[in-house]
């Protein structure tokens, strides 16, 4: 039972992911984020709600069991959401998948470095299970077909272009190019630039094979 609802629960997270760049198309990633935020917290108060009604024993509140949750909930939920959010929109909802998916072989060496959990047969069987299927969706096409983004790249391309551009202005001046020459090529190159790193705009490189 317990495999079923861990499985279950990736699944979970897996979906979050898309449905969330999805969101992205349509919100501003600070007021997805704050609804977001809101969910988490209305939805475990709910929760708590219902649990306490259905209890068949006395609640006992534990301070320091509070404390750790609490915690937990600042890491997890909002770093944790808003470190989600900005990597879905720089590699993608497919690329922050496949590093989310490799959160249970973190846990896993975390447990065992900090906490002194053992590891035995099973969890490591479980850790190369997860570092394999990583490998797989991470491998490069096969038979000369591709789809490579390279926007990253471009971006640092055009860092460079702005650079040398900005180094080169008192060259620009003596050909006679005025102020507002010069702020427009900085302002293209920059907002091209950013859209690049941030994942918004992007230039690939597409190979294709003519059917057999």
């Known amino acids: 039972m317990g ?3 861990a499985l279950l629960a990736m699944l979970c997270f897996a979906a979050n992911i898309f449905l969330v760049r999805g969101a992205m ?5 600070e007021w997805g984020f704050l609804v ?6 209305l939805f475990t108060a709910v929760a708590w709600a219902l649990e306490l009604h259905l209890r068949g024993t006395q609640f006992a509140f534990q301070w320091k069991g509070a404390a750790w949750f609490a915690l937990s909930g600042v890491v997890g939920i909002f770093f944790g959401r808003r470190m989600l959010l900005d990597t879905i929109r720089t590699l993608g909802p ?6 989310h998916s490799s959160s249970p072989v973190v846990t896993l060496i975390a447990a065992w ?3 002194g959990e053992r ?7 479980l850790m190369a299970l997860v570092i394999v299927g990583l490998w797989t969706t991470q491998a490069p096409a ?3 077909l591709g789809d490579e983004g390279h926007g990253r790249s471009y971006a640092r391309t055009l860092a460079a272009w ?4 900005d180094a080169a202005l008192p060259r620009i001046r003596e050909l006679g190019f005025d102020q507002r020459f010069i702020r427009m090529w900085q302002y293209y190159l920059s907002y091209c630039g950013g859209g690049f790193a941030a994942g918004r705009t992007d230039v690939r490189q597409i190979a294709l094979a003519r059917a057999a």
């Open 36 to 41: 977001m935020l809101a969910v988490n917290v």
């Open 94 to 99: 497919a690329r922050t998948s496949v590093l």
């Open 162 to 165: 702005r650079a040398n551009f």
């Open 25 to 29: 198309a349509r919100m501003s990633i």
């Open 113 to 115: 470095v900090l906490v």
């Open 142 to 144: 096969r038979g000369g």
């Open 3 to 5: 495999i079923t609802l």
């Open 119 to 125: 590891l035995g047969a099973y969890e490591l069987a």
